[in-house]
């Protein structure tokens, strides 16, 4: 057994030392619903033309793994550096112009615009961000808030903030991490140190997204315990707690 998966592992590891190297497009858009290589890779050569996944609605997103795989299959390698976990394709005419940096901004002239991630609808508080609900479009350069992201990815899976109106700039004051706890609700908090692991229920005193603090009353003792959202109805405390707020951290600003 173990000689098969070697042999398989070394078979991999030579298609891919065989295959074509390429690169992800800034922007990947198709034009017809039917995603192929050539329209999310550079470097395609032979296997532009190959058909991969549909576009049902105004963007369609692939797991990175999968689209590794897919252009493995058809002779291409992409190594991935941005360790994306998603590409999202998008129909042709919602996609933007070449972004602009952003010493190119602050330069720019009265009445130039430039392409910014825009919300596709009117968003409530709380509302979780998904693909469909990002468009690119052209406003006032000096209308686009700092740091604005130029990756949708950076954006899918955050909830809003506040209410966000359909056509504002996409800025990331807007969007935190989703809300995983809410106040009363119960909660099991372990302490996990020196591979002892404790773990108590109570009441949550707030609410609480991936990896903020929230005072948990036990209701046994009625103590407050400084923990750490980790999901929902979860949370740590002691020393795992700061690489929760680490994980939620990376989490928020991939």
Not at 69 to 87: D, S, T
Not at 173 to 183: F, K, T
Not at 196 to 201: A, C, E, Y
């Amino acid at each position: 057994m173990k000689s098969l998966i070697l042999a398989s592992a070394l078979i991999a590891l030579a298609s891919s030392a065989l295959a074509d190297p390429v690169s992800l497009k800034l922007n990947p858009v198709d034009e017809d619903g039917r995603v192929t290589l050539g329209e999310i890779f550079d470097g395609a050569g032979m296997a532009a033309s190959a058909f991969i996944a549909e576009r049902a609605g105004p963007s369609v997103v692939l797991q990175a793994g999968q689209l590794q795989a897919l252009a493995l299959r058809n002779g291409l390698h992409w190594a991935n550096p941005q360790g994306l976990r998603r590409v999202v394709v998008r129909q042709a005419s919602a996609a933007p112009a070449p972004a602009a940096s952003a010493a190119s901004r602050v330069a720019s002239r009265p009445g130039t615009t430039i392409p910014v991630l825009t919300y596709a609808r009117n968003l409530a508080t709380g509302d979780i961000i998904q693909p469909e609900d990002l468009v690119w479009s052209d406003i006032q350069a000096h209308q686009a808030p700092s740091g604005s992201p130029q990756d949708a990815d950076l954006v899918i899976g955050l909830s809003a903030r506040r209410p966000l109106r359909a056509g504002a700039a996409v800025g990331a004051r807007d969007l935190a991490s989703p809300q995983v706890i809410a106040r009363n609700d119960m909660v099991e908090v372990s302490f996990v140190s020196g591979g002892i692991r404790l773990t108590v229920t109570g009441k949550a005193t707030r609410d609480a997204s991936l990896g903020e603090s929230v005072p948990v009353m036990n209701t046994s003792s009625n103590r407050l315990i400084d923990a750490v959202a980790t999901g929902p109805g979860r949370a740590v405390a002691g020393p795992a707690s700061r690489n929760a707020r680490a994980a939620a951290h990376t989490y928020a600003s991939r």
